[in-house]
């Protein structure tokens, strides 16, 4: 169970996504969750960070579908409409049908679409389960209906531990990044003083 509800990456915000890291990883497709990942809970306006992310996706060529398990389906396509998203409105995750709604929408398959949200066992699990790319968010607000506050005792132990290490392999990677620069300079160096002394 750990493997499925476990994010491909974790971050603050949704405006915090690379757009650099999605492309190359062959990602064509965002799946995008709603209260406290686009807006805060129940909230009906996004903040100008979500906005100017969300322009900078849309004129990278990403395709944009919003994904929302809220009951009133009128709000999700007022949303949606505001910040030019395909809609999937009741969406029922984490049930598997629901992201493939989302992928039908976008025309893209699981390996080329990407799931954003800020909850373990709707948005990472049902994604993570069709083997799309996911990202875990923290929740723009404390404000959550009770059922989700509960949840989050079981989330947050898993959250702390996911993110250190992440920092641990963020970490070894610029570590061995930098190892492979300077392997790189030097081997030019030496090629260069090769050439000099023939």
Do not use: Y
């Amino acid at each position: 169970m750990g493997s499925l509800l476990r994010p491909t990456r974790l971050v603050e915000a949704v405006w915090e996504v690379d757009l650099d890291w999605l492309a190359g990883r062959g990602i064509r497709g965002l799946v995008l969750d709603l209260d406290n990942t686009l807006v805060e809970w129940e909230g009906t306006g996004a903040r100008p960070e979500v906005r100017a992310w969300l322009e900078a996706a849309r004129a990278r060529g990403f395709g944009l579908c919003l994904a929302s398990n809220a009951m009133r389906s009128g709000r999700v396509g007022r949303m949606a409409r505001e910040l030019g998203l395909v809609p999937v409105a009741h969406a029922g995750k984490p049930f598997p049908a629901a992201f493939r709604r989302a992928m039908a929408a976008l025309g893209t398959p699981a390996s080329a679409t990407c799931v954003i949200g800020d909850q373990l066992f709707t948005d990472m699990l049902g994604a993570n389960w069709l083997g799309m790319t996911t990202v875990l968010v923290t929740p723009l607000s404390r404000r959550e209906s009770v059922h989700t506050r509960l949840i989050r005792l079981i989330e947050r132990p898993m959250r702390r531990r996911w993110a250190r290490e992440q920092a641990r392999e963020d970490l070894r990677a610029a570590g061995q990044a930098k190892r492979g620069g300077r392997d790189g300079e030097a081997s030019g160096a030496g090629k260069k003083r090769n050439v000099g002394g023939a």
